[in-house]
């Protein structure tokens, strides 16, 4: 008998199969359809030995020093701070835009107090905020939007920018200064070894049993568990009662170069020229030293995988009727970026998963995040058998873990 069933590898369930089993003495069973755990921020080493991210780059930030606390416990950190440009006239600037960026662009040479000046003149004035055309015009004018923001909202969403909500485009600041990170939170860091390196030591424990290739649906009835904690798409949990919900998906194109830098920056934005949105090299994410260097195409697509919900006013409210349903299903707790149709940064998944602990045994996050027990021993009336999975251990080469 398992304490509960978790459905889902990534953050949401790895983080609470980690504190229902180390922190409560809880056996968990964690399945997932994929044959390798850490979700999204999968990592393993390529065929030229290079350590790349598979489903795109996954860069760790966050403001929160008790999710960066927690997740210290399973990795040692190698200080990163992102940045990015974007091709743009034929030119590579810095994005989100700052100083340099107008400085570059218009071949001008304002100072940080004149840029000010330079964005009122360019924004337009819109008495309501509703879109996110609305967000960046409203900011930066219609020039720039066109350059940086809409052609890549296209692509990215495969909508116009005028048909999506705000928090879309909000999420990305504009500077007057010559601060071109991509992100300013107070913790920027990547796993030393890996995410896949630290998922491991997240879910090394003897009262946690991990099978993959797994879909739930084909053992839930013939395994005796509690409760169940899902975190895939909340619509397809109840057989798209009312419809699916929109998400857009990814393909992802990798490459390996016989040299050691391909581009200049971590991220090149292909805001209007290409069908992708993005490159990315990962040498510069990891710090690994090589003499070939790997790169990934991102192309936005609207099959495939689920990634990102789609927030459009209707979509919400398609969410609505499924998140009613779930308020009827008290032995399964629902949580993370499908199952709550929510988008969330790897972080604000983190402390979500630290908050729905803290639900279950009705403690608050901060101390939910601490609590630590002695475990439980592992019931062997179940076999799993367990296999070197591709997938399964550290960029291919960690430890052992469960496939169906």
Known sequence: MFDYLIVGAGFAGSVLAERLANGSGKKVLICDKRPHIAGNA????????????????????????????????FTEWRQYEHRVLASVDGMLVPIPINLDTINK?????????????????????????????????????????????RNYTRKQWGLDPSELDASVTARVPTRTTRDDRYFT?????????????MFENMLDSPNIKIMLNCDYREIANDI????????????????????????????????????????PAPVVNYPNEHAYTRITE????????????????????????????????????????????????????????????????MDQIVAQALTQYGKIVGVKRQQAAQLVRPVAPVSSSLYIPKV???????NGHGKVVSEL
């Open 42 to 73: 999968y990592d393993y080493y390529n065929n030229d030995g290079i350590l790349i991210h598979k489903y795109g780059p996954h860069i760790f930030h966050t403001n929160s020093r008790e999710v960066f606390d927690y997740l210290t416990r």
């Open 388 to 394: 070197n999975g591709n997938g399964g251990g550290a």
């Open 185 to 197: 939170d107070s913790y920027q860091a990547m796993p030393r070894h890996g995410y896949t390196r």
């Open 105 to 149: 662009l218009y071949g001008l040479n304002l100072t940080s107090f004149e840029m000010v000046d330079f964005l009122k003149n360019l924004g337009e004035k819109r008495e309501h905020i509703r879109t996110s055309e609305d967000v960046v015009v409203s900011v930066v004018g219609r020039e720039l939007y066109e350059k940086f923001f």
């Open 282 to 345: 990962f040498k510069y994410l990891t710090g690994q030293e090589h003499r070939k260097t790997s790169i990934v195409y991102e192309y936005p697509q609207a099959e495939g995988d689920p990634y990102y919900p789609v927030p459009r006013k209707e979509n919400a409210e398609l969410y609505n009727k499924y998140r009613v349903l779930t308020e009827a299903r008290p032995d399964v707790h629902f949580v993370g970026r499908l199952a709550t149709y929510k988008y969330y940064n």
């Open 224 to 263: 005796e568990f509690k409760e169940m904690i899902y975190t895939g798409p909340v619509d397809e949990f109840f057989d798209y009662r009312y419809g699916k919900l929109p998400y857009r998906s990814l393909e992802f194109k990798h490459e390996t170069h016989d040299t050691e830098t391909y581009q």
